[in-house]
């Protein structure tokens, strides 16, 4: 079965469409929360980056204003748009690049 980061990091290599983390728990059939996957992810982006595979993440969206948080490095979602002051946010979705 591997280890649940093996796991993510499976489903994010064998999906062809961009993945929100709550689709990544389900489809790698864990019981986790959505913040531990992105947790998880940022060790799966540098163990990708060795194996010259880019972890690619579809930026948040305020679904108030419509902000993009298009120069997000930390892969999570965020709590508030700085904009608008929303917590109404997109879930970010992830992908990988060979
Ligand atoms: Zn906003």
Known sequence: MGTRRERIMEVLLS???PLTAEA????????MKPR???EELEHVRKTLRR???KLVMVPPECRKCGYVFKDRERLSRPSR????KSER???????VIR
């Open 81 to 84: 748009c700085p904009q608008c």
């Open 51 to 53: 194996q010259g595979i």
């Open 89 to 95: 946010i997109s879930s970010p979705l992830f992908y």
């Open 36 to 38: 531990d996957v992105y």
């Open 15 to 17: 999906s062809d469409a």
């Open 24 to 31: 990544i728990i389900e489809a790698a059939g864990l019981d």
